[in-house]
Every structure is written in C-alpha cells, then in structure tokens.
C-alpha cells in the first residue's frame, strides 16, 4: 500500500487533568529493509519509517528511530500524562523524505 | 568451555527455544487471550486456536490488527463511483453494512446464469463488469480491500455455504483435489491438516486449515492475502507447480474448505504468523 500511505489513531476525546492516557498509531508503509533483490538481482534501495514524533500542543512528548527489522505497517502505542487541553501532532518520516502527518484533539477537564 | 563472552546469550536463548520446540509447550495453545469456544464448532477449529495469546491479540483489537488498514481501504472503493455505468458499488447496494451482512459467509457459491461455482473475488469481477469497469487484479490491494471489506460484514456470522444441487460437483471435485498427492513430496492437503493437524511440523503447530478468516493479514507475508495465495504457498511447500489464481481446482477447494468449517464464524481479516 505504498502509493497510499493511510494513517490510523486512537486518542480519547476526552482526559480528566492529570490522566495518563494511552495513545495508539498505526500506518500502513511497506518498510522495504534494503536487504532484498528483485528478480533481476538488484538490491531494492531502503525505503522505511526512520522517524515517529508526537508532539503535543508544540512541545515533543514521544519520538522513536525505526530501525530496518521493524514490521511494515508499524504500530505504535504509548502512554502520555495530559495536563491541558490541546491537540496532539504526529509525524512519520520515511527515507525518500515524504512526510505523513495527521492529529488528534482532547479535551481535559 | 571456551566460548566468546558474546555468544553466551545467544546460546542460551538458543537452548530456550528448543526447549520449547521439543515437548514444553502445550500443543494446544492455553486460554489466555480470547475465548477460544467461540472458535471451535464440534471437531472444527478455527486457525485462531493454534494461533499464539499475541497474535490473538492483536486479530481481537480492531485497532492493532493491520487488516483493518485494508478494511478502511474497502470502505472508501465501497463509494468510489468507477466504470463506464458512472456507479459505485453503493449506488445499487446501498449501505455496506446491512446490504452486505452474511454475503461473505455464503460464497463460494453457485451462480445460475454464468453456470459455474465463483468465488467471492469472481463475485467483485463480474459487478465491475457490470458496472463497465476493469475487474482487479488478483491479490490487487483494490481486490483484497474490497473482498476484505465486504466479508468483515459477516464477521462473527457462521460460514454457511451451500453444496446442494449443481454445487456439489464442484465440492466433490475440491475434495478430491484435497486428497490427491501432488509435488515433489507427495504429499495431500490432508496428510498435514487431517491427518498430523495439531502435530509439530518443526516448531509450527499444524492447523485445520480452515478458511474463515481470509483474506488473512500473515506477518510472515507483512500483508493481506487472499486464501488462494495461501493455496498456492501450501502448493509451493510441497514442490507442485502453484495454480493460476481463479482456476477451477481452486474454487473447487475453497468451497470444499467452506463447507468442511460450516459453522465456524467469520474472522476476517484474521492474524496469522
């Protein structure tokens, strides 16, 4: 599903202040690892996710280097301590330079 | 014994695995992630069973499973207006979810007016004829994402084919391709998955080979598969030339399959390793 990369999240809507919540990701993205030939006996050049940030409300609160053993379609889950309303921001960078960005908001009471 | 400092760990965990490969592990998998009698109808059982508590894990939360990528997929082609004709396949069949409920379970199944058994990737062809479109390419992620779409509204639902009538030439015929050694090794569908199912092939549990949950996501193909794909997989294992896709023997065994888990509930899109 290379040539449309769909990003899926999982952020609750709403947080009480103070509430570690666990935010969930998941990216459909081959991860070609560079250490395969194609038919002709060439190396497929590296093509994966090197760089996931998540940052919330501008400030980074999760970031992950990829290495190229990860799984295509990377899934990615982590606990974030909220203290304000706000929207979280998510980037994934991978090595022809695209960027798939998308994002989620909650509200803290 | 004088061994570099850096194999001790490998050594070790190469020790644990084959502890685990020889007699440790129970062969049927324990009950600590999902509720494995939802999938077992009298002898049959689902390849969910033989599956690990992670792998159950991950088929069980909507979110995690990476099927569901191709499930979105699906849903966005479902209104996609496409053909000559200027439809979508929503414009004629409304809502997937009500239009589509237990469509998935019933095929492979007889049509009347092409007078053959087709397959539920036949089925999607034929309505983009119809609709004056190009059908998709088999194991096309157009196909699998429509195929997948279209069966997870039967999820949970009893596979319920039917081999009455003219069906049951072409049931017969999967069963005898069931049962017919092919290959450098010799070897019958049923030899595995009757015969030494539950057994150790190496350090995999062999499964019924039940079908229920295609199209699959297999993590050892990183993707979604039509359950023909893994036909012609299992024919490559045992050295016999993998059929085309669509061809008559492999219809033929996936109502055979159908039929064999009648009653087992639809999984797709299941996780398998």
Not at chain 1, 48 to 74: R, W
Not at chain 2, 92 to 97: D, E, Q, R
Not at chain 2, 115 to 128: C, F, K, M, S
Not at chain 2, 184 to 192: F, K, P, V, Y
Request: charged letters at 20%; one cysteine or more; hydrophobic letters at 35%.
């Amino acid at each position: 599903m290379a040539e449309t990369v769909e990003s899926r999240l999982r952020v609750p809507a709403t947080a009480k202040k103070g509430e570690i919540i666990d935010i969930k990701t998941l990216i459909s993205h081959p991860m070609v690892s560079g250490q395969a030939k194609d038919a002709s006996g060439k190396t497929i050049p590296r093509d994966i996710i090197n760089t996931f940030t998540c940052t919330y409300n501008g400030k980074q609160v999760f970031a992950m280097k990829l290495e190229p053993a990860i799984s295509s379609n990377p899934y990615i889950s982590f606990p974030v301590r909220v203290d304000a309303s706000g929207t979280f921001d998510f980037q994934w960078v991978d090595d022809n330079g695209q960027v798939y960005k998308d994002s989620a908001p909650i509200t803290v009471s | 014994m004088n061994v570099p400092r850096k194999l001790v760990p490998a050594m070790t965990a190469m020790v644990l695995v084959c502890a685990a490969a020889f007699g440790l592990t129970p062969l049927v998998r324990s009950q600590t992630q999902g509720d494995l009698t939802k999938y077992t109808v009298g002898k049959e059982k689902s390849g969910y069973v033989y599956a690990t508590p992670t792998t159950r894990a991950m088929e069980d939360d909507d979110f995690q499973n990476p099927g569901s990528l191709w499930v979105d997929k699906g849903k966005a082609l479902w209104s996609t207006v496409d053909g000559s004709a200027a439809k979508s396949c929503q414009s004629c069949h409304n809502a997937a979810a009500t239009s589509m409920r237990g469509v998935g379970a019933a095929y492979p199944k007889y049509d009347a007016k092409i007078g053959r058994v087709i397959d539920l990737e036949q089925r999607i062809g034929l309505e983009r004829e119809r609709m004056g479109a190009t059908p998709w390419a088999w194991e096309s992620d157009e196909l699998l994402a429509m195929t997948t779409y279209i069966k997870t509204q039967s999820r949970g639902m009893p596979v319920n084919v039917s081999i009455d009538g003219p069906a049951r030439a072409t049931y017969e015929a999967g069963k005898t391709f069931y049962q017919t050694r092919l290959g450098q090794l010799d070897m019958s569908c049923q030899q595995c998955h009757v015969q030494n199912n539950n057994h150790l092939l190496r350090t995999e549990i062999l499964s019924q080979g039940q079908t229920n949950g295609f199209p699959t996501y297999r993590l050892s193909w990183q993707a979604l598969g039509s359950v023909q794909r893994r036909f012609r997989e299992c024919n490559a294992n045992i050295r016999a030339e993998p059929l085309a896709y669509g061809s008559p023997q492999y219809v033929a065994l996936e109502l055979y399959l159908a039929e064999v888990g009648k009653g087992l509930p639809v999984e797709t899109p299941s996780v398998r390793k």
